[in-house]
């Protein structure tokens, strides 16, 4: 009895102490959850901007590419040895040079001959008109005579166009390449010589979607910019509009035209265009860093007012152009809206904020970053 009475105690003394101690940790939970519940965060700083109306001129984007007005890449008309080649690489060249000869030894050669045959026929047919208006040979004569001179001259002629066809002329001002040939190469025809690129002007290429057809005419100005000179701008004028549409992309193709006074843009340069409409566009807009973009909806925190105090919530917006620091908005917010410009990637929808614009980068249509 002594024994079962023990065991009873000892059992009702470790369920007591387990009892407590399991009280004692929910009262703990219970007291944790109640202080977090009643424990408020501090505000975020964040800088602001109030979405603002603008005037924007009328634009199109697109990228191109740079092609020469005139470009060719030489090739050799027939075969023969390089005999002569009277350029260097890069060199620039006028309309008219010699850029290269093939060997016309041969050529030469019969060339003398047939002058001084030329030459002959020529004295013949003069006497043979003498003596036919004497009456000593009969016409027909004469006419042989005739036809044995124009032989001769067609003869000299023809080696003078075998002997042009294996001299090569600029056709027209520019640059020329590095040469593919070689002093005492013999080469067939049809061989790659040099390119040839003028200088002057450049086209640039390029097109737009087909919704676009109605809004660009010629005479419209572009600007140009690229990767090779990101400091720079070009100015050039919308030349040429393709009077029909890609069925396959369901685009047209534009061409503008660039002076190139300088020799900068090369032909096969990677371009980004401007082309300026006419007219101006009223957008209202924020700045691009206060954008917080995902995959499920680009989105902004507006600055609102509530019991607690200064909180930030979000909304979802559709944004159009950009332009500098700018971007435009056309759903989503309204003009005089306060939205968070710097530090909205820290908050959560309802969090307190507090404001604080003095550090705030000032946004501008035509940024100049510092170490550019």
């Given at each position: 009895m002594k024994k079962l009475s023990f065991?009873?105690?000892l059992i009702t003394a470790i369920t007591l102490l387990l009892a407590t101690i399991i009280g004692a940790k929910l009262f703990q939970f219970k007291s944790m959850a109640d202080a977090a519940e009643n424990m408020v965060l501090p505000p975020e700083t964040v800088?602001?901007?109030?979405?603002e109306k603008q005037s924007w001129t009328k634009s199109l984007h697109a990228i191109g590419t740079i092609d020469p007005i005139q470009g060719v890449l030489l090739q050799s008309e027939i075969d023969g040895v390089v005999n002569i080649i009277n350029f260097d690489n890069g060199q620039e060249v006028k309309k008219g040079d010699m850029l290269i000869q093939l060997d016309i030894s041969v050529e030469k050669a019969e060339l003398k001959a047939a002058k001084a045959l030329a030459h002959l026929a020529k004295l013949?047919?003069?006497?043979?008109k003498r003596l036919q208006k004497s009456g000593s040979i009969p016409e027909s004569e004469l006419d042989r005579a005739f036809a044995e001179a124009a032989r001769r001259n067609a003869e000299v002629e023809n080696i003078e166009a075998r002997?042009?066809?294996k001299t090569l002329y600029a056709p027209f001002n520019g640059i020329v390449g590095i040469r593919k040939i070689n002093l005492g190469q013999y080469i067939a025809s049809g061989t790659a010589i040099v390119s040839l690129q003028e200088n002057e002007s450049v086209y640039v290429n390029f097109s737009l979607p087909q919704n676009e057809i109605s809004n660009v005419n010629n005479g419209y100005i572009i600007k140009l910019t690229c990767d090779a000179y990101p400091q720079q701008n070009f100015e050039g004028e919308l030349t040429a509009i393709s009077p029909e549409i890609d069925p396959k992309t369901r685009s047209f193709s534009l061409q503008g035209t660039f002076i190139n006074s300088e020799a900068l843009l090369k032909p096969g340069l990677f371009v980004r265009l401007e082309i300026f409409l006419p007219g101006l566009d009223e957008v209202i807009v924020i700045p691009s860093t206060a954008i917080i973009y995902a995959p499920y909806g680009n989105s902004v925190y507006k600055i609102?007012?509530?019991e607690n105090g200064t909180i930030a919530r979000q909304h979802f917006i559709t944004t159009g152009r950009q332009k500098g620091d700018f971007i435009s908005i056309t759903k989503g917010a309204k003009l005089g809206d306060i939205v968070v410009s710097a530090g909205a990637f820290k908050l959560r929808n309802g969090i307190s904020v507090r404001v604080n614009n003095d550090l705030?980068?000032?946004p501008?249509?035509?940024p100049v970053p510092n170490n550019s």
């Open positions: 065991s009873s105690l800088s602001t901007f109030t979405i013949e047919l003069e006497r043979a002997i042009d066809r609102e007012e509530s705030a980068p000032e501008e249509l035509k």
